[in-house]
């Protein structure tokens, strides 16, 4: 896996880009509506950061990932316990999934017909 891979951790960044690394992902978490365990990754050409990818559970946990400070296994999962308790996932309903919110919609209603 992946966890034998070189890599630099932390990785060598100005504060300016490291900034804008946490900015992005951060925004990105949000919209995206994400939560406990994830990574955002982000590429860039030197001059900008662009999305690449989420991943919703990086490498079973990727725990090779939480180095900077480093926290300990049994307290990770101590605390995506607590979230997932303290933040139980969203149910999303279903309704209108068959196209019948859309149809009743009469601007719409014709473009479907």
């Known amino acids: 896996g992946m966890a034998s891979a070189l890599r630099e951790l932390p990785a060598k960044l100005s504060d300016d880009v490291a900034k804008g690394v946490r900015e992005a992902a951060r925004a990105v978490a949000g919209l995206a509506g994400l939560r406990g365990v994830a990574r955002v990754d982000l590429l860039s050409d030197g001059e900008e950061l662009f999305v690449n990818e989420v991943n919703t559970v ?36 279903s309704t209108g999934a068959d196209g019948t919110v859309l149809r009743s919609a009469s601007s719409i209603a014709a473009k479907l017909a």
Do not use: I, N
């Open 58 to 93: 990086p490498g079973s946990l990727a725990r090779y990932l939480f180095v900077d400070p480093a926290v300990p296994f049994p307290v990770l999962l101590a605390e995506l316990l607590a979230e997932a308790v303290a933040r139980p996932a969203a149910h999303l309903g």
